[in-house]
T-cell receptor, first 118, second 113 residues
Framework: GAGVSQSPSNKVTEKGKDVELRCDPI?????LYWYRQSLGQGLEFLIY????????KSGLPSDRFSAERTGGSVSTLTIQRTQQEDSAVYLC????????????????FGPGTRLTVL | AQSVTQLDSHVSVSEGTPVLLRCNYS??????LFWYVQHPNKGLQLLLK??????LVKGINGFEAEFKKSETSFHLTKPSAHMSDAAEYFC???????????FGKGTSLLVTP
């Protein structure tokens, strides 16, 4: 079946511009995650959506970052007034459901969007 | 906080020899632990996961890992390396939230002919 897809695969923008990154999760997966992979910081959790619950935004690095998930499926990560330190690969993942407690269901990752801020 | 430390940033092995990628974890409870692999310009792929069942976990492509609570380790092994195993490997622990993942810094595996 189809995996997690992300678009665009590459995005080059100028400092100060806004960008939108899109994620299509695996059909039927109720949980969706955004991560960022950068040279300096490694892989970092950004935000988590689960069904109709309020998202966990605790990993967002600043208020320039926001994300939404429409209809419980597609998600968009928006970065406003981009800065050079925002350059990174943005990864989206989805999972089937989250059991209560500490164990995580397997997260399936998309190929990522490489963002370059000039 | 839940975290993992990958003890080697780079590992080089010859094709056909064993692979050992080391990972220590820190957690205030029994964690879920994972190994993911990332090939160049490809997405992250799950190799295996430990969720408090058997301590020896078998994954894809001949990889396995052993959870050792006394040593707080979760090392990844493979008996015989193949050229296609060359990639970046990440040891991962579930965060306290139960859903976010905390990644190690990664180990780059080089396989030489």
């Amino acid at each position: 079946g189809a995996g997690v897809s992300q678009s665009p695969s590459n995005k080059v923008t100028e400092k100060g511009k806004d960008v939108e990154l899109r994620c299509d999760p695996i059909s039927g997966h109720t949980a969706l995650y955004w991560y960022r992979q950068s040279l300096g910081q490694g892989l970092e959790f950004l935000i988590y959506f689960q069904g109709n619950s309020a998202p966990d935004k605790s990993g967002l690095p600043s208020d320039r970052f926001s994300a939404e998930r429409t209809g419980g499926s597609v998600s968009t990560l928006t970065i406003q007034r981009t800065q050079q330190e925002d350059s990174a690969v943005y990864l989206c993942a989805s999972s089937q459901f989250i059991r209560g407690g500490r164990n995580s269901d397997t997260q399936y990752f998309g190929p990522g969007t490489r963002l370059t801020v000039l | 906080a839940q975290s993992v430390t990958q003890l080697d940033s780079h590992v080089s092995v010859s094709e056909g020899t064993p692979v050992l990628l080391r990972c220590n974890y820190s957690s205030s409870y029994s964690p879920s632990l994972f190994w993911y692999v990332q090939h160049p310009n490809k997405g992250l792929q799950l190799l295996l996961k430990y969720t408090s069942a058997a301590t020896l976990v078998k994954g894809i492509n001949g990889f396995e890992a052993e959870f050792k609570k006394s040593e707080t380790s979760f090392h990844l092994t493979k008996p015989s390396a193949h050229m296609s195993d060359a990639a970046e490997y990440f040891c991962v622990v579930s965060a306290l939230s139960g859903y976010a993942l905390n990644f190690g810094k990664g180990t780059s595996l080089l396989v030489t002919p």
